[in-house]
């Protein structure tokens, strides 16, 4: 997605955008992921932030998708663990349908999400192996979204 289309958005509002990119501390290591231009955009318009990992705990343990993606995991076809090898599929499902709730609740068409994230990710997500390599697939609550029909952007949009 081009700038230019990311900028055919400021008549719209009623957003969904994840936590971390405005500021909030609530990646897994006790950090935010704070972008300016997504910040620039959100002036003056009405947001929803979220954080779907965010009742694991800050720090936490790094957690991926293992041998699937978001649609698979919603399917039963996949899971989701972090580094100690727990099992966190059912959390970050139950996670992804609170998280619809809001946007049904509050009419949400758009969101803006964390690239790369087991929750958030739009398009390519971290492979399993936590060696850093990255594969095709949504994020388990960005895989809900887009099956809704949301239209999801990443920071990487604004830059």
């Known amino acids: ?16 955008v994840s936590s971390c990119l405005i ?3 609530c990646c897994y290591d006790g950090e935010s992921r704070k972008n300016y231009s997504v910040i620039a955009f959100l002036k003056d318009k009405i947001f929803f932030d979220v954080c779907p990992e965010i009742a ?3 720090p936490r343990a790094c957690i991926e998708i293992r041998n699937s ?7 039963g076809a996949g899971f989701v663990v972090n580094e100690k090898a727990e099992d966190l599929t059912g959390f970050f499902i139950d996670s992804a349908y609170k998280i619809l709730r809001l946007v049904k609740d509050k009419n949400i068409k758009y969101a803006i999400m964390k ?17 850093g390599t990255l594969k095709s697939g949504d ?5 809900l979204l887009r099956r809704e029909g949301l239209r999801l952007f990443t920071e990487k949009d604004f830059e």
């Open 23 to 25: 500021g909030k501390k």
């Open 69 to 75: 993606c978001g649609e698979e995991v919603l399917n």
């Open 1 to 16: 997605m081009s700038k230019r289309r990311c900028l055919l958005l400021p008549a719209i509002d009623n957003l969904l």
């Open 115 to 131: 690239s790369n994230s087991p929750s958030c990710a739009v398009g390519r997500i971290y492979d399993g192996t936590f060696s």
């Open 56 to 58: 694991l705990g800050v």
């Open 139 to 143: 994020g388990v609550t960005a895989a």
